[in-house]
């Protein structure tokens, strides 16, 4: 069983500041990718952030410069940054992990978390 566990969320004021966490546990072989994605009231989800094994990342044009993708392999972790925020980035941000759950199975697979909302709100 894997599980992802998201927090972090919260109501922030234009211009403020978050940090959201994405902690993966259960039976884990080896994490590949990991994504952030968010979804706002009848929007479709889009892909935010994303983090690979080595450290590349990549960034939705809207947020670049904005926000920050890292992660501690140590704690199967991947955090998001998030500064300078905007009432647009306001949408429940979920996770996402790649990941080979035995060293014998090569095939990844993909798990999600619940999710964690973001407001941004005076």
């Known amino acids: 069983q894997v599980q992802l566990m998201e927090s972090g969320g919260g109501l922030v004021q234009p211009g403020g500041s978050l940090r959201l966490s994405c902690a993966v546990s259960?039976?884990?072989?080896?994490?590949?990718?990991m994504h952030w994605y968010r979804q706002a009231p009848g929007m479709q989800r889009e892909l935010v952030a994303g983090v690979n094994s080595v450290g590349d990342t990549n960034y939705a044009d809207s947020v670049k410069g904005r926000f920050t993708i890292s992660r501690d392999s140590a704690k199967n972790t991947v955090y998001l940054q998030m500064k300078s925020l905007k009432p647009e980035d306001t949408a429940v941000y979920l996770c996402?992990?790649?990941?080979?759950?035995?060293?014998?199975?090569?095939?990844?697979?993909?798990?999600w978390g619940q999710g964690t909302q973001v407001t941004v709100s005076s």
């Open positions: 996402k992990a790649v990941l080979w759950v035995t060293r014998w199975d090569a095939r990844t697979y993909e798990f």
């Open positions: 259960g039976s884990i072989y080896e994490i590949g990718a």
